[in-house]
């Protein structure tokens, strides 16, 4: 076998493996699951940060979310989409966590920390939480009883 045609094999073999790692980078990545936690806050949702006043923002479902500092990405969350699985512990008594409840998908629509935020009055939010959900989509996963729960949450 020739030099030349060594050469040209490796070459060939080389553009295979450059074209198949392009591919893999340039494929569309999938969402990983995080563990954080949530809480909720109640009507009435009039003000946000990411879309101002007006109810068109909302969804029809209600199921929507005001984003803690750790996902508020300087306002790029606005519009994102979540899906949030309860995790909590059963404890005795009711659990935090609805039974049989699965996850529900929810749209990102306003900033917890914000002062104009109904998610930031007192009571409504706990410190640190990740996602801070409307009341409709905290009672769909969660006891609403309980003030906040652990959750597995992906950005869809």
Sequence with gaps: ??????SCKRKATGSRLQSLLLLLLLRPARAISEVGT???YGPPYERTECYGEGSS????S???AAVGDGLWDLGRACGREYEVRCISDVQSGPGPCKPGSGSIRVKAVDYALSVESSA???RQSVTGADL???QAAFEAIA???IDSISVEFKEL
């Design 1 to 6: 076998m020739s030099v030349t045609h060594v």
């Design 132 to 134: 801070v959900l409307s």
């Design 62 to 64: 209600n199921l929507f």
């Design 120 to 122: 930031s009055a007192p």
């Design 38 to 40: 949530a809480s909720y």
């Design 57 to 60: 923002q909302f969804p029809e």
């Design 143 to 145: 006891n609403p009883s």
